[in-house]
């Protein structure tokens, strides 16, 4: 009879190179990963709101806006490179991919469906209700819309507001 071979479990970790998404991976490292996880970082630039912010609004400069995405694309790179080389610094099987689209929740889900992974980690941006409401939370559109499970880490200020909270009822 042959033995059963160890097959690792496939999580997808969605990072923007924000602090809060660092958050999430580390604490994804720490309190969930096992050796035999193969890891997959996703990145998506979102290059539209770099590109198109207020001053874009107004009559184009055809060459600011060409600048702003070559700078946005190098931007881009950047983070990538800066992705791997915590991956490899963490010393975790995996890889990292860019996903290009300005449906940054949409991506995320259909990479995850696409490589088949047992769980996605993201972290929580902490926007205001307002700024929620008008350009939507990809955590929550992750949750909401992913037939995998999501474990979704908080920011630092809503780990610190529960703590607060629970010592005060004297938890």
Known sequence: MAEAVSVARRVLVALDGSQNAFDAFDWYLKNVHTPNDYVIIVYSPNIASTVFNMDFLLPANVSAVSDAVSTAHEAAKD?????????????????????????????????????????????????????????????????????????????????????????????
């Not at 940054?104 to 995850?112: D, F, L, N, P």
């Not at 929550?140 to 909270?165: A, E, F, G, M």
């Open 79 to 171: 983070v990538q490179q800066l992705l791997e080389e915590k991956l490899k610094q963490s010393g975790v099987q995996g890889s990292v991919q860019v996903l290009g689209s300005s449906n940054i929740g949409h991506a995320i889900v259909k990479e995850a469906e696409k490589e088949k992974v047992a769980l996605i980690v993201i972290g929580s941006r902490g926007h205001g209700v307002l700024r929620r409401t008008i350009l939507g939370s990809i955590s929550s559109y992750v949750v909401h819309h992913s037939h995998i499970p999501v474990l979704v880490h908080p920011t630092i200020h809503h780990q610190k507001d529960r703590r607060q909270s629970g010592s005060e009822k004297g938890h």
